[in-house]
């Protein structure tokens, strides 16, 4: 089983819709858990870290279920500059990442 | 605002030949990182590095590959004789802490081996 796994998509979405990104992952001691995005031909950005409470950060809420080793990405009123590769990332003192899931909003 | 920097951005090399990629990490970070981004494959680790030594390496990591903190603020991968596999991105990163704490990536260093 991979280590990390996305769906690698595309999800194209209208702007203003709603998308969801699901992520699991294989090692249950992994402490960390982050969305990072990736522009094309890009280095990774954090977008946000994600914590077992689950947190908000404007129009993103990122969730993490520990029991299910689970990790979700919540977009509300997408744009366009939204365009890009989310990448699931586990830190286990380096950081283990997903393939990516790329979204495309559109007009 | 702090940046991570690489240099080059591009660097076209051929097979065999020896290549050093350099980064700047931002200044008040302990724990650097190189990893590596095949083109359309996913980020993968290569090695961390603190206090002047390795901390971990991955298996891709292997003899051709070597790092060095020659002075106080240059963090540098050397690949000894690079092959055509080696073509990808190359991304420094640096952090305060090895966890619970954002790592900052450079802009990266695209190898292409011909």
């Known amino acids: 089983r991979k280590e990390v796994e996305q769906d690698p998509g595309p999800f194209n979405v209208p702007e203003g819709a709603t998308v969801a990104f699901n992520c699991t992952y294989s090692n249950s001691a992994s402490q960390s858990f982050f969305w990072y995005r990736q522009d094309c031909r890009k280095e990774p950005k954090l977008l946000m870290s994600v914590y077992s409470s689950g947190n908000e950060d404007g129009r993103f809420t990122a969730q993490l279920n520990r029991a299910s080793q689970y990790i979700s990405l919540l977009i509300r009123d997408s744009k366009l500059s939204d365009s890009a590769t989310y990448l699931c990332v586990l830190n286990t003192d380096k950081l283990i990442f997903g393939t990516g899931t790329r979204l495309q909003v559109f007009p | ?114």
């Open chain 2, 1 to 114: 605002e702090p940046e991570v920097t690489q240099t080059p951005s591009h660097q076209v090399t051929q097979m065999g030949q020896e290549v050093i990629l350099r980064c700047v990490p931002i200044s008040n970070h302990l724990y650097f990182y190189w990893y590596r981004q095949i083109l359309g494959q996913k980020v993968e680790f290569l090695v961390s590095f603190y206090n002047n030594e390795i901390s971990e390496k991955s298996e891709i990591f292997d003899d051709q590959f070597s790092v060095e903190r020659p002075d106080g603020s240059n963090f540098t991968l050397k690949i000894r004789s690079t092959k055509l596999e080696d073509s990808a991105m190359y991304f420094c990163a640096s952090s305060v802490f090895p966890s619970d704490t954002e790592a900052f990536f450079g802009q990266g260093t695209r190898l292409t081996v011909v």
